[in-house]
């Protein structure tokens, strides 16, 4: 019988990041998987928030080797064939294009695919001591008020062993195998499309230089379906086949031929090489499952929520799934919080799903209806922003205050909402407000917030902007916080704002400490 603090199902980019999350905060994790996923081919991409949280366990520098500039979030343009003219281009409004390429300090056009991501992360994970079987399949688990059993079946060998864990975290897909065990659906799941996806290789970059900058929509009388750059080299692809003539209603595979001529049809061109590594048959369907939780038992990933590819957002709002959690799971874990902590995360990872889930349903439906681009993206910024970083929690990991919710264009704080991006500078280094935050619980005080340096602890780090930090404007740190110069905001470990103090109180120590005596349950 083997023990771990956490057992992760599913060795996906999800699984292997809610596993690094764990294993970077001192956590003894195990990830199991009957597959190994990192055989297949790139097929998600990343978003700058995901982004942000690699960066901010100190994985900036591997990024920059190991990710490329692609194209500009919601940026995309329509061609009759790759080797022809472009024929239209979109973007987002003008406010909502700049809020996309300035919420972050990780550049908007920065790309990893999933297959960069999980080799990433799963040398991260090691390198922090985690482990990782492939070939180890979950089949069965039980669990009580104190451990979960889970029984593990070598694929290769037949043999079976135990492993037992205080949590197990089910991120093994759509199928999730986890979920079924707990007995929990997906009520309201929907198939909005059906689609095949090919995943190949052919030089296409001097046929297609636009790919650099805009996602590709090929239409013609032969097909209608995506051009996505996988490399920074051109020479890995992927095509999102939505129509051509004779398309089936029901799900089907496409034959390797018939994918080779669509293929050849949205390239305009018949000699060029390709080399089809596959084509999948799939349903893009949306929904949510009926309970993240059941004891001491999470979902993560597909297993949680299902949405389609249009906005690019599943992988990534599973990622922040397991970011999440993780913070949470390791305070339980290490007695920092209480029990009830654990019970914040599926309120707020469903009303984050929820956000991830509108802007891929309205792009899905208007990509399949042909809609005016230009048209959707008026419709949809504000939606996908919101839906990639910039909802809301409500939960009792938040202690709310009278501010409504912040418009999607204002770069302001709120209890609930990702503590926003602003560059600082510190000396001779210029940084983000999120560099000031960390693995910690962090209090920002503003230009006149010496009176709250006192409360820092071993679990509480105090941070101050001053007004040299913010180019020499004292009221900078205000609008941002919405606070007095002297006020604080208290951001939690995820970076989400967890409350905030308008002014200096008259004992900011035991105020502190009553906030975050609430904030981690132990009320």
Excluded at 116 to 134: D, K, M, S
Excluded at 156 to 173: H, I, K, P, Q
Excluded at 429 to 448: E, F, K, Y
Aim: proline share 5%; with cysteine; charged share 25%.
């Amino acid at each position: 019988m083997e023990r771990y603090e956490v057992v992760v199902a599913g060795a996906g980019p999800v699984g292997l990041s809610t596993a690094l999350f764990l294993a970077d905060r001192g956590v003894r994790v195990l990830v199991v998987d009957k597959r190994d996923p990192l055989d297949g081919p790139p097929r998600a991409s990343t978003t700058v928030r995901t982004l942000e949280l690699f960066r901010s366990i100190g994985l900036g520098p591997a990024l920059d080797r190991v990710g490329w500039d692609g194209p500009l979030p919601m940026r995309s343009m329509f061609k009759a064939s790759a080797v022809g003219a472009v024929l239209h281009q979109a973007a987002p409004p003008p406010d909502y294009a700049e809020r996309l390429d300035t919420c972050s300090p990780v550049d908007s056009r920065r790309a990893m695919t999933q297959y960069e991501l999980q080799r990433l992360a799963l040398t991260e994970l090691e390198r922090r001591g985690g482990q990782v079987r492939f070939g180890a399949e979950l089949v069965e688990f039980t669990g009580d008020a104190e451990v979960v059993c889970a029984r593990v079946t070598e694929a290769g060998t037949g043999r079976e062993y135990e492993v037992v864990a205080s949590y197990l975290v089910g991120a093994d897909g759509a199928r999730s195998r986890v979920r079924e065990l707990l007995g929990v659906d997906m009520p309201d799941r929907e198939v909005d499309a059906r689609l095949n996806t090919a995943f190949f290789r052919a030089d296409l970059r001097s046929l297609l230089p636009e790919s650099a900058t805009h996602v590709c929509f090929i239409r013609n009388e032969q097909v209608y379906c995506t051009l996505f750059a996988k490399s920074a080299g051109g020479d890995r692809w992927s095509s999102h086949i939505m129509d051509y003539p004779g398309k089936l209603a029901e799900l089907a595979q496409l034959p390797a031929q018939q994918t080779l001529r669509l293929l050849h049809a949205a390239i305009g061109d018949d000699t060029v090489p390709i080399d089809l590594i596959e084509c999948n048959a799939w349903e893009a369907a949306i929904g949510i499952a009926a309970a993240l939780r059941r004891g001491r038992v999470f979902l993560v990933g597909d297993a949680a929520h299902v949405q389609s590819s249009a906005g690019g957002l599943g992988m990534n709002t599973g990622i922040q799934d397991g970011h999440n959690l993780a913070w949470k799971l390791a305070a339980v874990l290490r007695g920092q919080a209480g029990e009830t902590l654990l019970d914040s995360y599926e309120p707020e990872r469903r009303a984050a799903a929820e956000a991830s889930l509108a802007p891929s349903r309205r792009l899905l439906r208007g990509y399949q209806a042909q809609q005016d681009t230009n048209q959707l993206y008026v419709q949809a910024a504000a939606d996908y922003l919101r839906g990639m970083m910039l909802y809301r929690y409500d939960s009792d990991a938040v202690l709310t205050d009278d501010a409504a919710s912040p418009d999607i264009l204002d770069n302001q704080a709120t209890p609930g909402c990702r503590l926003p991006h602003r560059w600082l500078t510190d000396g001779n280094r210029r940084l983000s407000t999120l560099d000031l935050v960390g693995a910690q619980w962090t209090l920002l005080t503003g230009p006149n917030g010496t009176g709250w340096l006192t409360a820092s602890t071993n679990d509480l780090q105090v941070r101050q902007i001053t007004a040299a930090m913010v180019e020499g404007d004292p009221a900078a740190f205000t609008e941002m916080a919405g606070t007095e110069p002297d006020g604080a905001l208290l951001v939690r470990p995820d970076g989400f704002v967890a409350w905030r103090s308008r002014s200096l109180p008259t004992d900011p120590n035991d105020t502190i400490r009553s906030a975050m005596h609430t904030l981690l349950g132990h009320s």
